[in-house]
């Protein structure tokens, strides 16, 4: 099985999800909430890999990494 590696970053000025992958060329996905973005991305990796003649034969598993900077204030 094939696994493809998806970061989706929280852009906490915009207030969204956002993913980056080298791995699915094309692939530009914004979401309010992380299983949205995961569901967009889970969408739309088979077409851009069938645009990109990438097509893999065997299932695509995506791993995707969640990235969030926050702050924390002391008490």
Avoid: F
């Avoid at 493809?4 to 999800?17: F, G, K, P, S």
């Avoid at 995961?38 to 003649?53: G, K, S, W, Y």
Wanted: proline residues 5%; glycine residues 2%.
């Amino acid at each position: 099985m094939t696994t493809l590696e998806i970061r989706a970053i929280w852009d906490d000025e915009a207030q969204v999800w956002y993913s980056v992958s080298d791995e699915v060329p094309g692939l530009c996905v914004e979401a309010r909430t992380l299983d949205e973005l995961i569901d967009i991305a889970t969408a739309l990796t088979p077409e851009l890999l069938e645009a990109n003649r990438m097509t893999p034969v065997d299932p695509v598993q995506l791993h995707i990494t969640a990235e969030r900077t926050t702050l924390a204030k002391a008490a």
